[in-house]
């Protein structure tokens, strides 16, 4: 039976972070993937091959909408190619999956693929797709198996007409009329993809807004961008049943006046979050404790309830977010090795990756005032952007969230065109503890996207902002 110091059961983002960083600091370490493919749903069925048809698909509604102000004309019209869309997409992912594979063997990791689950707190059984049960044992063991798309109970997911995201990234034709159960982050992006590509998308969703974690301002425009992509929306609307027979699915939802919503579509992509995947671990034999709605329960250090047993990503509390994940899987690793790590959860950025993309860091508008914390706010508009007039990217704004009093940058919150990267200026700013007034006083490029931080930033400090 071989012998580790680390042994990682699951090989997301972080569970292979997680690995990389523990073989780093010197410590044998057993990686534990139960599929054949590294990188977990991120890789193969999330983040990765989701941007992938975004990007296909934005070039495509750019060529059809755009292309002809921007001065290039094209003989005939574009024509959508799913079939190769797909492929381009898959050929994303395995170079990825190819990537994760080439880190294993440069750190001296050693993978195991087949089902793990723990005998006891430091044995854990390999089932593998031939039958063969292998087990090993190590001195610590990190719990990093991710999570899978949540259902309704009167749901029945056939997986052909009523899917969940791992269905959508796959589907052979472009659906006429899609519904997305679900205002969120999957739903919204995945629903972007087919929108482009010319399929009606109707969201119904049971909040009375979408993107409802985030800062208000934030859902209110990207609904209005959305909705000139072709999108409806049916908020405070509560699904009741979703039926499917041959190629047609129907929606019946009621909304917060008992009044009835009846959607026939082609496709039902139920999007309505994900769950922790606890199931068939084994958890029990170890000891470790699970909360009411599955998820593993650790302490400040990422440990449970077992000592030398950790858990980290989409099993325990906190946002579902591979970087989330990554950062934890550093943290646990650097714990281990007797370190003293630190995560500040309020400071990992969210971000939606549709058009206009969103990203979040710190506190909502909406947290602040219930918080009682005083708070002052600037904004501004991307259309008062000469970059993205150019670029004709003018939906959208930045909005800059300080303290009143000691003027420190609380929130930022940004919609508009590469907003996913611009963030990040946001969250070193408010790691360092920056104020709006140093946000204000730094040069930015011009003509750039980022300049419309600084120029929010500037609003904030006593209304200053220049170009509005």
Same mark, same amino acid.
């Given at each position: 039976m071989n012998a580790y110091d680390v042994v990682v059961i699951g090989s997301g983002p972080g569970g292979y972070v997680g690995a990389i960083r523990c073989a780093q600091l010197g410590m044998k370490t057993a990686l534990i993937e139960r599929y054949n493919a590294l990188g977990g749903t991120c890789l193969n069925v999330g983040c990765i091959p989701s941007k992938a048809l975004l990007d296909s698909s934005?070039?495509?509604?750019?060529?059809?909408?755009?292309?002809g102000e921007h001065g290039i004309d094209l003989k005939s019209a574009p024509k959508v190619n799913l079939t190769q869309m797909i492929?381009?997409?898959?050929?994303?992912?395995?170079?990825?999956?190819?990537?994760?594979?080439?880190?294993?063997k440069k750190n001296k990791i050693d993978v195991y693929h087949g089902h793990g689950s723990f005998v006891d707190k430091n044995t854990?059984?390999?089932?593998?797709?031939?039958?063969?049960?292998?087990?090993?044992?190590?001195?610590?063991?990190?719990?990093?198996?991710?999570?899978?798309?949540?259902?309704?109970?009167?749901?029945?997911?056939?997986?052909?007409?009523?899917?969940?995201?791992?269905?959508?990234?796959?589907? !052979?034709?472009?659906?006429?009329?899609?519904?997305?159960?679900?205002?969120?982050?999957?739903?919204?992006?995945?629903? +972007?993809?087919?929108?482009?590509?010319?399929?009606?998308? +109707?969201?119904?969703?049971?909040?009375? +807004?979408?993107?409802?974690?985030?800062d208000r301002t934030m859902g209110k425009e990207l609904q209005k961008s959305l909705k000139k992509l072709g999108f409806e929306f049916y908020l405070s609307h509560k699904v009741k049943e979703v039926t499917a027979k041959?190629?047609?699915?129907?929606?019946?939802?009621?909304?917060?006046?008992?009044?009835?919503?009846?959607?026939?579509?082609?496709?039902?992509?139920?999007?309505?979050?994900?769950?922790p995947y606890t199931d068939n671990l084994g958890l029990e034999k170890a000891g470790v404790k699970i909360?009411?709605?599955?998820?593993?329960?650790?302490?400040?250090?990422?440990?449970?309830?077992i000592s030398g047993i950790y858990a980290i990503g989409d099993v325990v509390k906190g946002a579902m977010l591979a970087h989330k994940a990554e950062e934890e899987g550093t943290f646990v690793a650097e714990v281990i090795a007797g370190q003293k790590p630190h995560i500040n959860y309020n400071l990992i950025p969210g971000v939606v990756y549709t058009w206009p993309e969103v990203a979040s860091?710190?506190?909502?508008?909406?947290?602040?005032?219930?918080?009682? !914390?005083?708070?002052?706010?600037?904004?501004?508009?991307?259309?008062?952007?000469?970059?993205?007039?150019?670029?004709?990217? !003018?939906?959208?704004?930045?909005?800059?969230l300080a303290h009143k009093d000691t003027d420190e940058i609380l929130g930022v919150h940004m919609i508009g065109p590469r907003c996913a990267d611009m963030i990040a200026?946001?969250?070193?700013?408010?790691?360092?503890?920056?104020?709006?007034?140093?946000?204000?006083?730094?040069?930015?490029?011009?003509p750039t996207f980022t300049e419309s931080f600084r120029e929010a930033a500037l609003d904030a400090t006593a209304k200053r902002a220049i170009h509005i």
């Open positions: 934005e070039h495509y509604h750019q060529a059809v909408h755009t292309f492929k381009r997409k898959q050929d994303v992912v395995d170079q990825t999956v190819g990537g994760i594979q080439f880190l294993m854990v059984q390999i089932a593998k797709e031939d039958g063969i049960l292998e087990k090993i044992t190590g001195k610590n063991i990190i719990i990093a198996t991710g999570s899978k798309p949540a259902g309704l109970p009167f749901i029945s997911i056939d997986k052909k007409r009523i899917i969940t995201s791992t269905e959508a990234l796959k589907l !052979t034709e472009v659906p006429k009329h899609m519904v997305v159960i679900g205002g969120g982050v999957i739903g919204l992006e995945l629903g +972007s993809v087919y929108a482009r590509l010319g399929a009606k998308v +109707s969201v119904v969703e049971f909040m009375d +807004s979408i993107i409802p974690t985030m041959g190629k047609s699915v129907t929606v019946k939802a009621d909304n917060n006046k008992g009044e009835e919503l009846v959607l026939d579509a082609d496709y039902c992509l139920v999007a309505v979050g994900r769950k909360d009411e709605r599955g998820r593993v329960e650790v302490d400040a250090h990422l440990q449970t309830n860091v710190g506190y909502t508008e909406e947290q602040l005032k219930e918080n009682g !914390t005083p708070y002052k706010a600037g904004s501004f508009p991307f259309k008062a952007s000469g970059r993205a007039r150019a670029s004709m990217d !003018t939906d959208g704004l930045v909005k800059v200026e946001a969250v070193v700013a408010m790691e360092f503890r920056a104020s709006a007034e140093d946000i204000a006083r730094i040069s930015h490029a011009h």
